[in-house]
């Protein structure tokens, strides 16, 4: 099916309720307190004109990163990235600059969008709790100056030093209320020593996002660096005919497809089914939180599948004194891609609701299509009237985030 032309879209207010930064190789050291300022986040080049990056004791090559910031790229950019071909240091555009990434989100009439991490996804497993707190705090205040550049289009998602609930709540109140900060972001993965996520452990944070008025972003990701599906489901290496043991020190991976493909769901089924059922959302109220970059599609057959059990087996979740579906229609939101043929029937859903789907672009990861994004959203809104078209195109993400 033909594109449709900027000017050809509905005159809907497009905004994209996950985007990533991928954060630059220079600058965010002067966020830095003295102390860590040599041990954050940056890059280096050596003698052969070879780049690492550096967080704490961990290095890593430079190249490897290049795919983060593929969306746009040709089918042979994208080999070349991923071969290591390219340099991090080049990778412009969108991924860091806000001038170009308003021209991009000019080219697909995206009015304004929500900024989560790339690299700060993954880095707080491998390094100690004091620079993990430094890092997140020397991101969340460059975020800051960042989204002030764009006039009120981009807005910032703080990130969290997750593994340390106290600590993460203590950041969410350190950056509450700047402008620009919209929500966090937290991984969806049993991090204290795999306890599920509606283990009082969490409570601070979930408090804390709570009181601040600040949604939490679950953003899911294929590593095996937290307790989650890919290091419990020994899905990072399978570079072998034969499914190998993975070693629970050894948090590397070496696919993209099955980590991605069965990490991100089982991961954020497990956080949502713990949160609307295990009581979390139930203890707080007025928590707001969004399930993110996982398809959609899935969510009505599963609020479905937890109604029913939920009656099946009340003994087991007694705190309910209503449906699973009713908790999430109140306090929950999930994100579609433009392109996901399954969005209108969701928004037709009772269970869910049009009031309660976002979409997402990705941008400038390597599924992101830019130009076209909002094409493709527009075909699969159209069986909607025009009032649930204007909520997912635009509204929802508003209330979601406050802007």
């Known amino acids: 099916m033909p594109s449709l032309a900027p000017t050809d879209l509905p005159d809907l207010d497009y905004v994209d309720a996950d985007g990533h930064i991928v954060e630059p190789p220079f600058g965010l050291q002067d966020y830095a307190s003295a102390e860590f300022r040599d041990r954050v986040y940056h890059l280096e080049i050596d003698d052969d004109g070879e780049e690492w990056v550096v967080i704490g004791d961990a290095r890593m090559a430079a190249n490897v990163f290049t795919l983060t910031a593929a969306g746009g790229f040709s089918e042979e950019e994208k080999l070349a990235s991923h071969k290591g071909e390219l340099k991090f240091s080049e990778m412009t555009g969108g991924c860091w600059n806000v001038g170009a990434r308003l021209s991009d989100m000019d080219r697909d009439r995206i009015s304004e969008s929500v900024l989560y991490p790339t690299l700060f996804l993954s880095f707080q497993s491998q390094h100690p709790m004091d620079?993990?707190?430094?890092?997140?705090?020397?991101?969340?205040?460059w975020l800051t100056d960042h989204v002030a550049e764009s006039g009120g289009r981009l807005h910032g998602v703080a990130v969290l030093p997750q593994r340390d609930p106290e600590a993460a709540a203590a950041e969410i109140r350190?950056?509450?209320?700047?402008?620009?900060?919209?929500?966090?972001?937290?991984?969806?993965?049993?991090?204290?020593?795999?306890?599920p996520l509606n283990d009082p452990v969490y409570d601070p944070l979930w408090r804390a996002a709570s009181e601040a008025g600040l949604p939490v972003g679950f953003h899911p990701l294929m590593s095996a660096d937290l307790p989650g599906a890919v290091q419990g489901l020994r899905l990072g290496k399978l570079g072998t005919s034969a499914i190998p043991v993975q070693d629970e020190d050894d948090m590397a991976v070496d696919n993209i497809f099955f980590t991605?493909?069965?990490?991100n769901p089982v991961d954020m089924?497990?956080?949502?089914?713990f949160l609307v059922a295990g009581g979390v959302l139930t203890r707080f109220p007025d928590l707001r939180v969004a399930f993110l970059e996982t398809n959609g599609g899935w969510i009505v057959p599963w609020l479905e599948r937890m109604?029913?059990?939920?009656?099946?087996?009340?003994?087991?979740?007694p705190w309910l004194k209503e449906e699973p579906s009713a908790i999430f229609r109140r306090q929950c939101w999930i994100s579609f891609d433009?392109?996901?043929s399954t969005l209108a029937f969701t928004a037709s859903s009772p269970l869910v609701g049009a009031d309660r789907i976002i979409w997402a672009t990705d941008y400038p990861h390597p599924d992101a299509k830019i130009p076209g994004c909002t094409a493709e959203l527009a075909r699969a809104l159209s069986p909607l009237p025009l009032d649930q078209q204007r909520l997912i195109a635009g509204g929802?993400?508003?209330?979601?985030?406050?802007i």
């Open 131 to 141: 620079l993990v707190v430094a890092q997140c705090q020397a991101y969340n205040d």
């Open 174 to 195: 350190r950056v509450a209320g700047r402008p620009g900060i919209v929500g966090v972001q937290v991984r969806p993965n049993p991090v204290v020593d795999w306890k």
């Open 260 to 263: 991605q493909m069965i990490g």
């Open 269 to 273: 089924m497990n956080t949502l089914t």
């Open 307 to 317: 109604d029913h059990t939920a009656k099946e087996f009340p003994w087991d979740v």
């Open 338 to 340: 433009a392109d996901e």
């Open 396 to 402: 929802n993400a508003r209330t979601l985030y406050g």
